[in-house]
C-alpha cells in the first residue's frame, strides 16, 4: 500500500513558477512509476507527465514539454514536478500517482493516487 500526498500548489501570476511535491509512504518508492496528472473545472482528467523507476525515463504531454520537469528523490520518498512558464490554461488540481509496473503505461496503470493540490494561474 502507498499513500501520496501533494503539496506546493498557490495561487501563481502567468509566466511564473512554482514546484510540486508529492510524499510517498512505503519502504518500496523508489520501485515505483511516478506521474503527475491534472483536471480542470469540467475537464477530465489529463496526463502532465511520468517518470519510469527502471531507467529513469520521462514521459511529457505535448502542453507542458519544454516547461515542467519532473524529478524524484527516493531517500525522501518524495516526486517532485516543476512548473515554469505557466500559463492560465495550466490552471487545474494537480494528482499524484504511483504505478508499481518498471515504466509508464498510461493512466490505467496506476494503482495509487493522492487527493491532490490545486494550483490557480492568474493572467
Known amino acids: 500500500q502507498v499513500q501520496l500526498v501533494e503539496s506546493g500548489g498557490g495561487l501563481v501570476q502567468a509566466g511564473g513558477s512554482l514546484r510540486l511535491s508529492c510524499a510517498a509512504s512505503?519502504?518500496?518508492?523508489?520501485?515505483?512509476?511516478m506521474g503527475w496528472f491534472r483536471q480542470a473545472p469540467g475537464k477530465e482528467r489529463e496526463f502532465v507527465a511520468a517518470l519510469s523507476w527502471s531507467d529513469g525515463s520521462t514521459y511529457y504531454a505535448d502542453s507542458v514539454k519544454g516547461r515542467f520537469t519532473i524529478s524524484r528523490n527516493n531517500a525522501k520518498n518524495t516526486v517532485y514536478l516543476q512548473m515554469n512558464s505557466l500559463k492560465p490554461e495550466d490552471t487545474a488540481v494537480y494528482y499524484c500517482?504511483?504505478?508499481?509496473?518498471?515504466?509508464?503505461?498510461?493512466?490505467?496503470?496506476?494503482?495509487?493516487w493522492g487527493k491532490g493540490t490545486l494550483v490557480t494561474v492568474s493572467s
Open positions: 512505503g519502504r518500496t518508492f523508489s520501485r515505483y512509476t
Open positions: 500517482a504511483a504505478d508499481p509496473r518498471p515504466r509508464y503505461s498510461g493512466s490505467r496503470g496506476m494503482d495509487y
